[in-house]
């Protein structure tokens, strides 16, 4: 943690300078990144592509979890996606869907028991989590206290699953995606605080969950395979159609359909997009880093920015809808 000194007016007179401790969190909204897929691919090549794509919004850690079979396989670690994509070449996991994760601390140290993905008491739900639960404390005691859960990290997204596990189990029936869509709902309204959330069971097949509340998520929609993802720029490669889910959605994701709705039960509204960018410009290309990349790409950005507004041969121009009339540009702009 970084030491400063501060003078300030007549203080450096009166005092010798002392050292002073500032104590800061960076934890912004947006910093984690999601990526969910299924469909009939492999899912882990395709979930660490995401997750390198949104790379640049910093991280601490970073996991992926693909359900092969009745089993969930899991891979997570702290530190950078590097690490991850290592854990993955020595042990690929296979299977055509799963969830991903980069984590930003919020809750518990950065290590490999709090990184991504989060597990329910049973280890058949695996949840990945953008936000704050702000409850989770009240959460966990009352699910240690009336269920005998035991948790294994310091986070708020791991009581998120186990609570979405504990009605699950409660729910009578057979294993279904209505029975889990029904439990995520009930979980979601027991929550306070902010969520984008991800998660699959390895009881059901080809089929994964989402939700938003005041934390971003898009769903992409692909030929006999869908995505989730916190930014739609992690999945963009894949498919140009886009939903942006509102606050209070819940999507229920197959390969070949989805259903969207809110926590309240009712219908959702949505529009597909057409995301207008590609992956190559949310690449790097050949540049170390994306600042550097912005940084070259600001001439491109300013004449894009002024396509179609200046009339070199008349010398007009149309700013903001308001046409200047004849000799607008020369008023300007100095011919030096």
């Known amino acids: ?170 729910i009578d029936g057979a294993d279904s995606k209505a029975r889990l869509v029904n439990a995520t709902r009930a979980a979601l309204k027991q929550v306070i605080g902010t969520y984008g959330i991800a998660l699959v069971h390895s009881d059901i097949k080809d089929f994964m969950i989402g939700a938003r509340r005041g934390s971003p998520l898009v769903l992409g929609v692909g030929k006999e395979e869908n995505f989730l993802a916190s930014d739609v720029s992690a999945i963009v490669a894949y498919t140009r159609d886009a939903v942006y889910l509102n606050d209070f959605d819940i999507v229920a994701v197959s390969r070949d359909k989805f259903e969207i709705s809110s926590v309240a039960g009712e219908s959702g509204n949505y529009q597909i997009s057409k995301v207008e960018f590609g992956a190559e410009d949310v690449s790097k290309g050949d540049f170390p880093h994306y600042m550097l990349k912005e940084i ?28 200047s009339g004849g000799g607008g540009i020369r008023q300007r702009v100095s011919p030096s």
């Not at 009745?70 to 070449?89: D, H, P, S, V, Y």
Request: glycine share 10%; proline share 5%; aromatic share 8%.
């Open 1 to 170: 943690m970084p030491n400063f000194q501060f003078v300030v007016g007549s203080a450096l007179a009166q005092a010798p300078l002392q050292p002073l401790e500032i104590c800061y969190t960076l934890a912004p909204k947006f910093m984690c990144g999601i990526v969910g897929y299924v469909g009939q691919a492999e899912a882990a090549p395709i979930l660490l592509d995401g997750l390198r794509r949104l790379e640049y919004r910093g991280y601490d850690s970073a996991g992926v979890a693909v359900v092969n079979g009745k089993q969930i396989e899991t891979r997570k670690c702290a530190g950078r996606i590097a690490n991850l994509a290592k854990l993955m070449t020595e042990k690929p996991p296979s299977g055509s869907y799963g969830v991903s994760h980069t984590r930003w601390a919020t809750h518990g140290k950065v290590t490999d028991e709090n990184a991504h993905p989060h597990f329910d008491q049973s280890g058949k739900i695996a949840l990945v989590h953008n936000g704050v639960i702000e409850n989770y404390a009240a959460l966990r005691e009352q699910l240690e206290r009336e269920g005998g859960d035991t948790f294994a990290s310091d986070t708020d997204t791991e009581v998120l699953a186990h609570l979405i596990g504990s009605i699950y189990e409660k």
């Open 296 to 323: 070259f790409e600001q001439p491109h950005s300013v004449r894009d920015a002024m396509r179609g507004r200046l009339n070199t041969e008349e010398c007009t121009d149309r700013a903001g809808g308001q046409y």
